[in-house]
């Protein structure tokens, strides 16, 4: 069964950087699309990083996202990480992982809280 675990959210005061985690298993982030998407409560669910298979970067249409979030992949380690630097209140949210695998199949993680305090 494939699975996507995400870790590394939490409490953290406004400025502060945090890294996220996505580890998968019976899959490979290597042949995959990997998506960090997050929500906030009341709000839509929002792409916020994106590497192909191939290695392309994609980030949020924002500004600040593409200067503050950095996505990246140890394919070693069967991980995907999102480093996440000047947190601002706006940012908390459920930090998800997605994959999408060469057959088009399509996996979600749990997520992880991220939570930023001014």
């Known amino acids: 069964q494939v699975q996507l675990v995400e870790s590394g959210g939490g409490l953290v005061q406004a400025g502060g950087s945090l890294r996220l985690t996505c580890a998968a298993s019976?899959?490979?982030?290597?042949?995959?699309?990997m998506t960090w998407y997050r929500q906030a409560p009341g709000k839509q669910r929002e792409l916020v990083a994106r590497?192909?298979?191939?290695?392309?970067?994609?980030?949020a249409d924002s500004d600040s996202v593409k200067d503050r979030f950095t996505i990246s992949r140890d394919n070693a380690k069967n991980t995907v990480y999102l480093q996440m630097t000047e947190l601002r209140p706006e940012d908390t949210a459920n930090y998800l992982c997605?994959?999408?695998?060469?057959?088009?199949?399509?996996?979600w993680g749990q997520g992880t809280q991220v939570t930023v305090s001014s």
């Open positions: 019976r899959m490979s982030v290597t042949t995959s699309t």
């Open positions: 997605n994959s999408n695998d060469l057959r088009g199949r399509i996996y």
């Open positions: 590497i192909t298979s191939s290695g392309s970067k994609v980030y």
